[in-house]
């Protein structure tokens, strides 16, 4: 069977990874001139972890969280998350990389050939047993299969849903990788009035640091810069929070405002399907965007290894679709909480928080951990 994935970000280079190993012929086509993968840390749980291993990636570099300290704005300790207990638990640790590294491994395991760069897809149409592709510079494929997982504004989820733009969450996010010295082995979130912060350490001494605070949709961003403006929105906080700021390159901060879209009933109709942001797009509450990719990937790999094109998507959806969807609703309620500049709302989520059993702590992370 011939393969057509859009998009060669993490989910369509795990995706074409799947595939080949299901024994089909695959191309990737990403629409960049280069593989040049922005973006700063992640975190790989073990879900991720086990879909990593089965495209053969489960050596990619990272290193191991072991402790979660979850605080409010003004420091005072509200949970510490013993993650250390998910190796028992689950097989595995929590793994934060640079997403470059993880982008970096699963393209060695694809191989450089198999993805053609520049090739933007802006059509597509069911022809007989096949799908007709059009790409912007006028070339024309077919294939058997084709796999949009080229993002949350996916050309394919458009052509296949017609569901609109994405929703907006109301808030944007600073982030970036910087070198900053962080207790061994622990990772830290803030939640406060319209915002939080995280630092997660990485394997080389550096750091990953997220900002997110409420911010009106395409806020023009200030000629003071990047750095300048997650200082103010952040001076407040605990020093360590400006502390890190401070120690950031100018130029390696990221800033996008956040978006999702509401769970849907299909991610698939014919020979066309969708992966990882396109099916599902999620805030990053969880946690989970990129494992949820990895397991889509693997999961559609699987599905796709006997009988019908039609049949192995549907296997595919009946296995990922609960799961992503849950993902996706419960960050959306957490974002909610965690952008919330209501006093009471926000004293009673901390007073929750810090009074929660472990047993709630844990079967909300069983829900995400579990197999597809």
């Known amino acids: 069977m011939e393969v057509l994935v859009v998009g060669g970000?993490?989910?369509?280079?795990?995706t074409g990874i799947a595939l080949r190993q299901a024994g089909?012929?695959?191309?990737?086509?990403?629409?960049a001139a280069k593989i040049a993968e922005v973006g700063a840390g992640l975190g790989i749980w073990p879900n991720g972890r086990r879909a990593l291993a089965a495209l053969g990636a489960g050596d990619?570099?990272?290193?191991?969280?072991?402790?979660?300290?979850?605080?409010?704005w003004r420091g005072r300790l509200l949970s510490e998350v013993p993650l250390a207990?998910?190796?028992?638990?689950?097989?595995?640790?929590?793994?934060?990389?640079?997403?470059?590294?993880l982008q970096g491994s699963l393209l060695e395991i694809l191989g450089r050939h198999t993805v053609q760069l520049g090739s933007e897809v802006i059509g597509f149409e069911p022809s007989g047993s096949r799908v007709h592709v059009t790409l912007k510079s006028g070339r024309h494929c077919d294939t058997d299969l084709l796999v949009g997982a080229d993002g949350i504004r996916s050309t394919v989820r458009q052509r296949l849903l017609t569901d609109g733009e994405p929703r907006f969450s109301g808030a944007t996010c600073w982030r970036s990788v910087t070198r900053f010295a962080l207790e061994e082995g622990t990772a830290f979130n803030w939640w406060g009035r319209g915002g939080e912060f995280g630092i997660?350490?990485?394997?080389?001494?550096?750091?990953?640091?997220?900002?997110?605070?409420?911010?009106?949709?395409?806020?023009?961003?200030?000629?003071?810069?990047?750095?300048a403006d997650a200082m103010e929105a952040f001076a407040s906080w605990p020093e360590v929070i400006p502390a890190v700021v401070q120690a950031t390159h100018e130029g390696s901060i990221l800033r996008n405002d956040?978006?999702?879209?509401?769970?849907?009933?299909?991610?698939?109709?014919?020979?066309?399907?969708?992966?990882?942001?396109?099916?599902?797009?999620?805030?990053p509450n969880?946690?989970?965007g990129a494992c949820q990719a990895l397991e889509d990937a693997a999961t559609l790999g699987t599905s796709a290894q006997s009988g019908s094109i039609e049949e192995g998507l549907k296997m595919y959806e009946a296995r990922r679709r609960h799961a992503a969807n849950a993902i996706v609703s419960q960050s959306h309620r957490t974002a909610r909480l965690v952008g919330s500049t209501n006093p009471l709302i926000i004293g009673l989520r901390d007073l929750l928080i810090a009074h929660a059993p472990r047993s709630v702590v844990w079967r909300q992370l069983e829900s995400m951990m579990q197999p597809s």
């Open 9 to 14: 970000g993490i989910g369509g280079l795990a």
């Open 24 to 31: 089909h012929e695959v191309r990737v086509l990403e629409r």
């Open 60 to 72: 990619t570099p990272g290193l191991p969280v072991r402790r979660l300290h979850l605080r409010s």
């Open 85 to 101: 207990e998910l190796k028992r638990r689950y097989g595995s640790e929590l793994i934060v990389m640079h997403r470059a590294d």
């Open 200 to 227: 997660f350490p990485l394997r080389d001494g550096s750091v990953y640091w997220f900002g997110v605070q409420n911010r009106p949709s395409g806020e023009a961003e200030s000629a003071r810069g990047r750095k």
């Open 258 to 283: 956040l978006y999702d879209r509401p769970p849907v009933g299909r991610w698939s109709r014919g020979r066309v399907t969708l992966v990882g942001d396109a099916a599902h797009p999620m805030l």
């Open 286 to 288: 969880a946690a989970q």
